[in-house]
């Protein structure tokens, strides 16, 4: 089977629970969380992860779900002054959707945080972030 299909089934899997558990919520109950991944320097993967965002944000309501997007390896790019999709990025971080770079991939490509987008988050690493909020409960998504 396609590995490609593999990762959408997987993908699309992870966002129907996260779904299904956030329409099951009742007052009072526990936020959910998703982090969504992108490691591609695409500006269609990027276009695609926030639209899953505002989607989601959208169906389940901004207040009702916590949203990282985490950008390493070649995905650093999008997060650059001159992204192609900065503006939407910059819309996500304004509707609450954290958008963070990894530390790591930026010493790697000697890029420094006046190199990027303002608004934005970083981390030391950032295949540790999605460890540990998957690790908190939070759902995964790889566009």
Known sequence: MNRRLVLQAGATA???TLLLGVHAQTAGA???????????????????ALNNAKNLQDDVGAANVDIEIVAYGPGISMLKLESPTGSRIAD?????????????????????KDDMLTGISYVPAGVTEIMKKQHEGWAYLRP
Do not use: H, Y
């Open 30 to 48: 526990k936020r959910q969380g998703i982090v969504i991944q992108v490691s591609d320097n695409d500006p269609a993967k990027w276009n695609l």
């Open 92 to 112: 996500a971080a304004k509707a609450g959707v954290k958008v963070t770079a990894c530390e790591n991939t930026m010493r790697g490509q000697k890029l420094t």
């Open 14 to 16: 992870a966002l129907a």
